[in-house]
């Protein structure tokens, strides 16, 4: 029995912006996909990687009040997140100084690849966010609000994903006709 491998190489620049909110919305909208699979841990975010490609990586994570992820990048990767339930505040450092953006459910919000940025749940009830990455997710810088120079750097375990992806499904997905 002869098997063929198929081992598509990773993009050198993430994949469209555009792209990346597409599938970040068709994840938040098929449901059944993710909702088993999230966690809303009151102790610690509880991040789930559902699928990962070559050229990107869908996350789903759950968020209780005051749980955030201080001020990082994604390295390299370009992203979209779909706030799905609850609320998100985004807060970007702008002229030395924090911006917020309220993310509702419903929401979906680009992230390029030069986005320094703090995420949290500032409300009462849980929020879920479903996270595209492009390329994956290989480091994540974090940053302090007074310093434009990254403190940090996080090396990204890749664990396995919930849903496998075959070949067939690689070379048919829009990603990567490019």
């Known amino acids: ?29 098929a449901t059944p996909l993710w909702r088993a699979h999230v966690r809303h841990d009151p102790t610690e975010r509880r991040p789930v990687r559902l699928l990962a490609t070559p050229a990107y990586e869908v996350w789903v994570i759950g968020w209780t009040k005051g749980q955030a992820v201080p001020l990082h990048d994604h390295g390299e990767a370009a992203g979209a997140v779909a706030v799905v339930e609850g609320r998100l505040t985004e807060r970007t450092v702008e002229d030395g100084r924090l911006r917020e953006t309220r993310l509702d459910a419903g ?23 479903i ?7 290989s480091t994540m810088r974090s940053y302090e609000p007074t310093s434009p ?3 940090g ?3 990204v375990a890749h664990e396995p994903a919930v849903f496998a992806v075959d070949a067939v499904t690689l070379l048919a997905h829009p990603s990567s006709r490019g």
């Not at 081992?7 to 994840?27: F, K, M, N, R, V």
């Open 153 to 155: 750097v996080e090396h």
């Open 131 to 137: 996270h595209v990455y492009s390329p994956p997710l």
């Open 149 to 151: 120079w990254p403190v």
């Open 1 to 29: 029995m002869t098997v063929l491998a198929f081992a598509a190489p990773a993009p050198a620049a993430p994949i469209d912006e555009e792209l990346l909110e597409d599938i970040a919305a068709g994840i938040a909208a």
């Open 107 to 129: 929401t979906v919000h680009r992230l390029p690849p030069d986005r320094v940025h703090e995420v949290a749940n500032d409300d009462e009830v849980p929020a879920t966010s």
